[in-house]
């Protein structure tokens, strides 16, 4: 039997041009979100920064307010639609997300204690990434048993200790003083207003992207299932541990740098699936530059609706991914 | 009986799963262009040992080499070029063509930074033209019937071309002409094409029509393994099947019904 000419099923263009498309659209959309404010900045301006020049205020807004947290949110934006993506492989869930395992839960508690303590900073940082750490390795120790750590039994511990982290969450907040309520709730929904430095997001970014596409292969086949993979040649057990810590890793650098954003990481790697296809090779950079894109857009929006009051950008994600996810769960049936 | 020299070769293979053992000090020789039949009672251990006869799990004792090599020792992509599984069941948690998951077979041909070249489409479309599965390219595998389904992973397996074919269950889901297609299928590839195939089959009439040997787990670590018309008697699988089996005859051939 012969091949079809156009050989492939899927629309090769489509693919090819994706990757490019997205690139563009973050780069117009940093160069939008830099100007828009309470002190615009026009193209030119911009321009004119970009290169180097004096702009005056224009400049120190751009550079001292506005690009630490483009950046941050961009950044966190990709890490948490990377880390989705894989823990949708990993668990085998078109529905998993990067807090199904109870990262963000850990960070949650782990954020609020430090608040609570009146620790700030980069102490903050630290008891936030701390805490994300300790639900990770929680859950890891726990949900060991015959079979390894299945998908099955991965999900129900992170599901559980995700539940106790919510209980240690709302015991902080009932006890919690009136100064420091406002910031924990802000921070529980996701706010890059008071987003910490983004070299480290920006760094892990790049390591994850750079670390995740060689083993895609590998995960097309995962993503199949453990035995077909295992039978095919993937070294089923070993990369299942590496892409385990790896988003892991990778969520809670975005949890400790913008605080719990939802949605992202559930929407964006199913939106790039229904337009590109499964292909972990081409889904995963897809993944990344669209979340950071979205992520960007949404904090974009987050500070200047209400302006000049601010909105935490995990409500926005929030409101603009359920009714996607809910379009897509209901047109998929 | 061929008399090629052995592609898996087990000795003193003995195979146990939570503290009990399915089959113990297993001696085996499976050569290029012989079908084998492994047969038993439902959880005696038939898709366990065939996934140790895989080098997927390790055996409790005994050794288990691959053109003599130890299997355990092999690299899992150079496996995989050697042998291949047919699963049980499929998973398919996400969308996916019958095109893309034959593909998935050709793998561990291709290399990490290559993308599937005209020759693998071309071996992915031959492969589901043997299992009367043309047209079917573009489909997604989550709308297909049980029997289609498993069609596709056969294609995958045929895709993978491996010397070694163990196979859990190949007709499960299968309409009839589609089980005979299919087995005569696979006798054809060892017979005529020199490859060996190890199944798990529960129509005893199967086994008589399309196999040469047999591997009959008895519980308890028990088996028996010899030519079909040896092994395949009425003490021997009433007492295996735990059902009085009857002999009935047809000229030279033999077929089994419940008494």
Known sequence: MQPPASGRTRAPRRRTLALPLLAVGLLLSIALSLSLGSVPVS??????????????????????????????????????????????????????????????????????????????????????????????????????????RTPTRLLLTGVIVSAGCGAAVSFMLTVANEQSLRGMLFWLMGDAGVAAPPAAALWALAIGVLVCVPLARDLNLLARGDLTAQTLGVPVLRLRLAIYLIASALTAVAVTTVGAVGFVGLVVPHLMRLALGNDQRLLLPASALAGALLLLLADTAARTVIAPAQLPVGVLTALLGVPVFLFLLHRRQ | MSTAPPLLVARGVSVGIDGR??????????????????????????????STLAGLRA?????????????????????????????????????????????????????????????????????????????????????????????????????????????????????????????????????????????????????????????????????????????????????????????????????????
């Open chain 1, 43 to 148: 193209p030119a301006q911009l321009w004119q920064i970009a290169t180097g020049g004096d702009a005056g205020v224009a400049g120190d807004v751009v550079l001292g307010l506005r690009l630490p947290r483009v950046l941050a949110a961009a950044a966190c934006g990709g890490l948490l639609a990377l880390a989705g993506a894989l823990m949708q492989v990993l668990l085998r869930n078109p529905l998993a997300d990067p807090y199904v395992l109870g990262i963000s839960g850990g960070a949650s508690v782990g954020a609020l204690l430090a608040m609570t303590a009146g620790l700030a900073g980069a102490l903050f940082e630290l008891s936030a990434f701390a805490g994300a750490l300790a639900a990770m390795a929680l859950v890891f120790g726990l949900a060991h048993g015959e079979g390894g």
């Open chain 2, 21 to 50: 053992t399915l089959c113990a000090t297993l001696d085996l020789d499976i050569r290029p262009g012989e079908m084998l039949a492994v047969i038993g009672r439902n959880g005696i251990g038939k898709s366990t040992v065939l």
């Open chain 2, 59 to 259: 055996p409790l004792a005994g050794a288990l080499t691959l053109d003599g090599m130890p299997i355990g020792s092999m690299a899992p992509r150079a496996l995989a070029r050697r042998r291949a599984l047919l699963p049980q069941s499929h998973e398919d948690a996400f969308a996916s063509t019958v095109l893309d998951t034959v593909l998935v077979g050709r793998h561990p041909h291709i290399g990490r930074w290559s993308d599937d070249s005209a020759h693998d489409v071309q071996v992915a479309f031959d492969a589901m033209a043997r299992v009367s599965l043309t047209g079917f390219e573009a489909r997604d595998v989550r709308t297909l019937s049980g029997g289609e389904r498993q069609r596709v992973a056969i294609a995958a397996l045929l895709a993978q071309d491996a010397p070694l074919c163990l196979l859990d269950e190949p007709v499960t889901h299968l309409d009839l002409d589609y089980q005979m297609d299919t087995l005569s299928l696979f006798a054809g590839m060892a017979h005529d094409e020199g490859r060996a195939v190890v199944a798990v089959l529960h129509d005893l009439n199967q086994v008589l029509r399309f196999c040469d040997r047999v591997l009959l787990l008895t519980g308890g670590g028990e088996w028996v393994c010899g030519a079909v018309d040896a092994v395949l008697q009425p003490d021997t699988l009433s007492r295996a099947f735990c059902h009085p089996l009857r002999e009935l005859r047809d000229g030279a051939r033999r077929y089994f019904v419940p008494a």
